[in-house]
């Protein structure tokens, strides 16, 4: 990377790898011209290793080593690319798990909670011929079941969709509270594609 660094401080305020012209009147760069930066004040330094938290007009870049030259506006700078970065990771998490319910049920919850709990009923009786829930009736005509078999998979998915309501919970729960205590933006990054390990572990469960 090539920077543009002043000649009375060392101050970099430009970094680029695009064409860029340097005169003694201004400074080109991406077609713009840049006013009060010229070869009389400034200097370009070629395939200069930038610092990862490197912001411009906040690092000097003297005799080989940067330092930070506005430590206040420097932590105010990173302090709210924090908080941003923090809003959007805990947004993505409430959208990953709407969209990973809404994959799995659709719009049709209601129908799948009041079929498990009508299942549930009909079991404890002891499967009653003589009174068999509509739920567990329509599910075994249209898959040629007995009303038995029909009540035992209904309870099987509605097991099986519980032990992922509540494995998408804790996982929720718990990327959001580490995301609320992350110092950086790099913890953030971790604690993402953890969620994203997590989410695809999930669909895993899925029968």
């Not at 506005?70 to 990173?78: P, S, T, W």
């Amino acid at each position: 990377m090539d920077i543009t660094r002043r000649l009375s401080d060392g101050l970099v305020q430009y970094k680029t790898s695009s064409p860029y012209v340097l005169t003694d009147r201004n400074y080109k760069l991406n077609g713009i011209e840049i006013l009060d930066i010229n070869n009389s004040t400034h200097e370009v330094i070629k395939n200069v290793t930038i610092p990862k938290d490197f912001r411009a007009g906040l690092f000097t870049y003297n005799n080989g080593d940067w330092a930070i030259s506005d430590k206040a506006m420097y932590d105010k700078i990173i302090a709210t690319e924090l908080a941003e970065a923090k809003t959007g990771a805990i947004l993505k998490l409430e959208r990953d798990t709407d969209s990973l319910i809404k994959e799995i049920v659709g719009e049709r919850a209601f129908e799948y909670e009041l079929a498990e709990k009508e299942a549930i009923a009909f079991k404890a009786a002891g499967y009653p011929e003589n009174d068999v829930p509509a739920s567990v009736s329509s599910d075994a005509i249209a898959n040629d079941y007995s009303n038995t078999i029909a009540c035992d998979l209904i309870l099987t998915m509605a097991n099986s969709w519980r032990a992922i309501q509540s494995s998408l919970r804790a996982q929720r729960l718990l990327s959001k509270a580490n995301t609320k205590n992350a110092l950086t933006v790099e913890e953030l990054n971790t604690i993402e594609a953890s969620w994203n390990d997590s989410l695809i572990l999930i669909r895993q469960q899925i029968i």
